[in-house]
């Protein structure tokens, strides 16, 4: 089936709330067993970096009873598979199954494996009678070369739902630490290709491995926000309040939205689009923000 006639179960309009998507180790069952209640919007099964090679088989052997118990309480379940054919070949055959909602595609580097991934997973949904196209796909960026092909990964698939730079790797990748200076224009080409493709813009310019300092974290995750990035991946269950709050609207910020969308419908019936709140002037623009600050929160 190609990508022009596989039927999508999910539009734009219903994108996942991912302001914090936790990772968990799918073989260390303490962690599986509590991260339903750690308060994440997301629990990402992890079978890649934070799984020995050695413990990989039962790792997939457990998914079935995990992805159960992580998505006890409303939480979407994201399963990260691995990048190597062999070992990616066995994740899909584990992970694709009723209860996970979508897959985190590590090291993504061209359109065409994000296809390949995505043929495979199709007739995995035909075989188990899911739902097709509802096994939807988060695209980690890691490598320099990635940058150079971020249009085509996030068109690569309509299971695309979103797209993050993986700091440590891509650091890794180019020889350096995960420094502000490093990784903010990389995070912004992956921002911008997101939402010129309609996908969630996901991350924060920092290492995700900092979790002692809630301070500075906090800091880097308001900063993202003000940027344009929807949410944030975690390593501790510490980053998770954090995040959550960083990426929600304040009450300052729903009540000015409210106030300009209040201010619009006015202005409609006057025959005007642009207006003024608080000495400023309102426009069209400033006013899709205002609704896209009250679905944020619910409220619109």
Do not use: Y
């Not at 990635?146 to 891509?170: H, K, T």
């Not at 995070?187 to 290709?193: D, E, G, K, R």
């Not at 400033?286 to 619910?298: C, F, M």
């Amino acid at each position: 089936m190609s990508r022009d006639t596989l039927p999508i179960v999910l539009s734009a309009t219903s994108f996942p709330r991912w302001r914090s998507l936790l990772f968990v180790p799918a073989h260390v069952s303490r962690f599986v067993e509590n991260a339903h209640d750690r308060g994440a919007d997301g629990i990402i099964l992890d079978l890649e970096d934070s799984v020995p090679q050695d413990r990989k088989s039962e790792a997939r052997l457990q998914l079935p009873e995990s992805v159960t118990k992580v998505g006890r309480r409303g939480a979407s379940v994201l399963v990260r598979v691995n990048r190597g054919m062999r070992a990616l070949a066995a994740d899909l055959d584990a992970a694709v199954m009723a209860g996970v909602d979508a897959l985190l595609l590590p090291k993504v580097d061209s359109a065409e494996w994000v296809s390949e991934v995505a043929n495979v997973v199709t007739e995995l949904e035909q075989e188990r009678n899911l739902a097709l196209g509802s096994m939807r796909f988060l695209a980690q960026i890691e490598t320099p070369g990635a940058l150079q092909r971020l249009a085509a990964i996030a068109s690569a698939s309509p299971r695309m739902v979103a797209m993050a730079l993986g700091p440590e790797d891509f650091s890794a990748a180019v020889g350096a630490a995960p420094e502000f200076d490093l990784l903010l224009a990389p995070n912004l080409a992956v921002l911008f290709a997101a939402r010129a493709a309609g996908l969630l813009p996901l991350g924060f310019i920092g290492s995700i491995g900092e979790f002692s300092d809630t301070r500075k974290f906090r800091e880097n995750a308001m900063h993202a926000r003000r940027l344009g990035f929807a949410g944030a991946l975690a390593i501790h269950p510490a980053q998770l309040a954090i995040l959550n709050e960083a990426f929600s609207p304040g009450t300052e910020e729903l009540d000015w939205a409210c106030r300009v969308v209040a201010a619009q419908k006015d202005a409609a019936r006057r025959g005007l689009c642009a207006f003024a709140i608080d000495g400023k002037m309102i426009d069209p623009p400033v006013v899709r923000r205002a609704h896209e600050i009250l679905t944020l929160a619910g409220s619109n």
